[in-house]
């Protein structure tokens, strides 16, 4: 088990940027995959990117490829997702997740079933 918060969310312009955190608790951490949901009201929660436990892999939604960057510290048990050149349609409440499996990621990562543990989330508000 890992426990998960998130920090870093806010209120930013369009084509601005934010990094989000995620600090987990447990030993293990460095021993799960880790991926970025977000939800927006009246939505289903949807994949955003995963990162393998080693941090050697990535994997990110077709909508956030090239702007977004997710990256992980395990000495510090976190992982981060910076988010460049923001757009009002990525308003939504972000949360993290952790994947017990020590594979490459890929398409499995955007299954919110492959996940045993999330945080709380936070919300990220890009005005136009």
């Known amino acids: 088990q890992v426990q998960l918060v998130e920090s870093g969310g806010g209120l930013v312009q369009a084509g601005g940027s934010l990094r989000l955190s995620c600090a987990a608790s447990?030993?293990?951490?460095?021993?799960?995959?880790m991926g970025w949901f977000r939800q927006a009201p009246g939505k289903e929660r949807e994949f955003v990117a995963a990162?393998?436990?080693?941090?050697?892999?990535?994997y990110y939604a077709d909508s956030v490829k090239d702007r977004f960057t997710i990256s992980r510290d395990n000495a510090k048990k976190t992982v981060y997702l910076q988010m460049n050149s923001l757009k009002p349609e990525d308003t939504a409440a972000y949360y993290c997740a952790a994947a017990d499996r020590r594979q490459r990621v890929g398409y499995w990562t955007t299954a919110r079933t492959m996940y045993d543990n999330w945080g709380q989330g936070t919300q990220v508000t890009v005005s136009s």
């Open positions: 990162i393998s436990w080693s941090g050697d892999s990535t």
């Open positions: 447990g030993r293990t951490f460095s021993m799960y995959t």
